[in-house]
């Protein structure tokens, strides 16, 4: 493949996650170029992964590539492992915006429930109060009525009491009427005798 390039160019070789022989990188004219046999998205790393790759490798534009025999060797170097752990960042930065946005819609979800609750109770708030002032009515006229009835038994009471001690009055000079007479009726039946013994 691309190992037997001219000696202007270097190709390295890796395998990437579905184990698909991948061009990592090649050198020509002083630019660093990444093919991947994968889709046009994956085909261009960002420039601080280039970076990386030039830091990683030592590379120098200026200087031609080494003619060593070596120097068309397939060498493993970390940029399939700096490209896992960008993939990685990513879809965790991705995880951490969506977390974001369910919490947010989660939490107008309340609020908006929240509001409904108060306007429902906002609404009914009228009829509660009619209710509230109809029940507080009923339970005034119930005192009302006990205290009345309180007062009636009380006077009944009194009533009963005043007819009563009349009554035992009453009782009291009936007797003594009988008693009196009693004594008149003995005293006509002594003038009847008198007179009689004298006619």
Known sequence: MGANGSTARKVSFGLDENEKVTVIEGVKGGQALLYSSTSGADRQLSEDVLRRMRESQGFDSAKPPKS???????????????????????????????????????????????????????????????????????????????????????ELESISCFYKDQLETLEKKTLHCSRLAQQYMNCVQQAKSALTNHG
């Open 68 to 154: 060593k025999p070596d120097s068309h060797k397939p060498t493993p170097i970390p940029t399939g492992s700096s490209s896992t752990e960008i993939q990685e960042e990513l879809r965790k930065d991705f995880e951490r915006q969506q977390a974001l946005v369910q919490e947010q819609l989660s939490r107008l979800a309340q609020r908006e429930r929240e509001t409904a609750v108060t306007a429902g109770l906002d609404d009914l708030t009228p009829a509660l109060l009619i209710e509230k002032g109809k029940a507080h009515e009923e339970q005034a006229k119930v005192k009302m009525l006990a205290r009345q009835l309180e007062r009636k038994e009380k």
